[in-house]
């Protein structure tokens, strides 16, 4: 199961180096842009910095150093070449994917480490503490709050980055207990595919699912298209064991347990600044023999709102939620891809003007996805109480096919991002969580702050939202922007931005990050979130388990 990153992946964008996003096929999008953003498309590509162009630092590494570390990972598992460094210098934000296009990597790791066991990790650990060494754990390198970027710190002598690919064996699954270990570095599709093989799945699924790997997961608490029904990873983690520098730290994996803090939840979200997690058993349940996605559209975004609170409040919940407010409704009707199928586009176009003259519109209303699965039963019954809530609450069925169009694509959206930056275009997300009475207020403040920051650099601006992640107390709330790129002071007009809107989060009552994580990108609010009591506490935490302060520098703060 062992992967290349450089077969497999940009290491300047996003995803596979031989698949893009079919712009083409898709001829409303561009002009829908142009128009709204005052665009003038010139053509459809995909970028293509040259890695050769990357001025990188020298290795600050010494020759005896990097000998003791190929003892203990063996020659080949030390890597300090251009293509290894570079490629782990950088995550998927914003940030970094404009330096990838500007050929630029400040913050290169002086040598990656691809160790195959844990006992091999603890000798790199025991390297790196004596030497000075920061160290950045790496799991597929998808953050995009700036988790695996180097940095560097006062006292510390130079950086390396611990890959985990090589860490992807399967331990144990047991069927009865319907639970699963693995070494914390697999990745998506081939935890799915061992599960598979026993009938289990873990219905983890982020839109990096195919990019990233479990360790990454717990770290960052991440959260999959379905973790509504599913819940988020830090739900599904039975037990962890993660090497610090001053040990092993190793929970037991029960259901449950009244001993004391809850260590599990204090790996989960530590984002490699306390340790590199090395394993974890999860909770899995039988494969699904039924997928129920279908479509919807409320006349407006609110009344989608209140349907989602009303099924979740009443237990009538689906494992996959996504309502989208008028701008991103919008927005999906001219991405959408017209069918090949002449007599089919027809009937298509011709149900879309039925449903305006009933008044409901992609323009002016609110298209959701809404998906169930398990038994073919059970997910029919609850797809019938959920149709009833959003007819309750305004909406129309559209049927199944726009529910299985989305979910096939599900994937894909992160492709396009990477050629509309070619176009001149700002587009990031940032989302929250906030609780249900708090939802519109935090919608339309928030919504507010990016135009007035995007507006700032005298860009027009297409600001969306959709509701997805949803609790019995409240939701999160998921944010995609855009528009045109301030030439030469890219990264200082998006800096701008996450300025107002991280204020505009904290202000309104919200939490800087549902699932996102922290990194660096999300400090400077995390902190003040966190409160000053509990950054102390974290801080000694920390000071316990890593006191010569090598992993993961300037990540949670710390």
């Not at 210098?89 to 500007?102: A, P, V």
């Not at 985990?164 to 047991?174: A, N």
Request: charged share 25%; glycine share 10%; aromatic share 8%.
């Amino acid at each position: 199961m062992t992967r290349s990153c450089e077969t497999l992946t940009r290491w300047w964008g996003w995803g596979d180096i031989n698949k893009t996003y079919p712009v083409e096929e898709r001829p409303t999008y561009i002009p829908y842009l142009e128009e709204k953003l005052g665009l003038d498309v010139k053509e459809v590509r995909v970028p293509d910095p040259d890695i050769e162009n990357v001025k990188l630092r020298k290795v600050r590494l010494k020759a005896a150093t990097l000998k003791a570390l190929a003892g203990v990972v063996g020659n080949k598992h030390v890597s300090t070449s251009r293509h290894d460094r570079v490629y782990h210098g950088l995550g998927k934000s914003y940030r970094d994917l404009i330096r990838g296009h500007l050929e630029q990597v400040p913050n290169p790791p002086d040598a990656v480490l691809f160790p195959a066991s844990e006992k091999e990790v603890k000798g790199i650990l025991k390297i790196a503490d004596k030497e000075s060494i920061a160290v950045v754990p790496f799991c597929g390198g998808s953050s995009v709050v700036g988790g695996v970027e180097p940095l560097n710190r006062k006292g510390l002598k130079g950086s390396i980055t611990v890959d985990l690919k090589r860490m992807d064996k399967v331990i144990r699954i047991d069927a009865e207990s319907q639970t699963a270990t693995f070494e914390a570095g697999i990745w998506g599709p081939e935890l799915e595919e061992e599960l598979a093989k026993h009938g289990l799945y873990l219905g983890h699924a982020p839109e990096s699912f195919k990019f990233s790997g479990l360790g990454g997961w717990i770290a960052s608490r991440s959260a999959g298209r379905q973790s509504t029904g599913y819940g988020k990873i830090e739900e599904m983690v039975e037990s962890v064991r993660m090497v610090t520098p001053r040990g092993v730290i190793n929970t037991l994996d029960v259901p449950a347990s009244a001993t004391g803090p809850d260590m599990d939840q204090i790996v989960c979200g530590s984002e490699g600044t306390l340790g590199i997690i090395t394993r974890a058993t999860v909770k899995v349940r039988p494969l699904p023999e039924s997928y129920d996605y279908r479509g919807l559209l409320f006349r407006e975004f609110e009344g989608g709102v209140q349907a989602v609170r009303e099924m979740m409040q009443g237990d009538v919940v689906p494992e996959a939620i996504r309502i989208s407010d008028t701008e991103e409704s919008a927005l999906a009707i001219n991405v959408r891809k017209p069918s090949s199928n002449a007599a089919k586009e027809m009937g298509t176009v011709a149900a879309l003007k039925a449903l305006d003259l009933l008044g409901y519109s992609f323009e002016r209303g609110a298209f959701a996805i809404l998906g169930c699965e398990g038994t073919k039963d059970d997910t029919s019954e609850r797809m019938k109480r959920i149709n009833a809530i959003c007819r309750k609450h305004g909406a129309v069925p559209l049927g199944k096919s726009a529910g299985n169009e989305w979910y096939h694509a599900r994937y894909d959206h992160p492709y396009l991002r990477d050629i509309m930056m070619a176009w001149g275009v700002m587009i990031d997300t940032l989302e929250t969580a906030t609780t249900w009475d708090n939802i519109m207020n935090v919608y339309n403040t928030v919504g507010e702050a990016i135009r007035e920051a995007i507006a700032d650099y005298g860009s027009e601006s297409i600001v969306t939202c959709h509701l997805s992640h949803s609790y019995r107390t409240g939701s999160s709330l998921y944010f995609i922007f855009f528009g045109k790129q301030a030439k030469g002071r890219e990264i200082e007009q998006w800096e701008h931005l996450k300025k107002k809107a991280g204020d505009a989060l904290l202000a309104s009552g919200a939490t800087i990050s549902h699932h996102h994580g922290v990194g660096y990108e999300h400090a400077p609010w995390f902190k003040k979130e966190y409160g000053g009591r509990g950054m102390e506490a974290l801080r000694a935490l920390k000071a316990e388990l890593d006191p010569n302060g090598i992993m993961n520098p300037g990540k949670l703060g710390l």
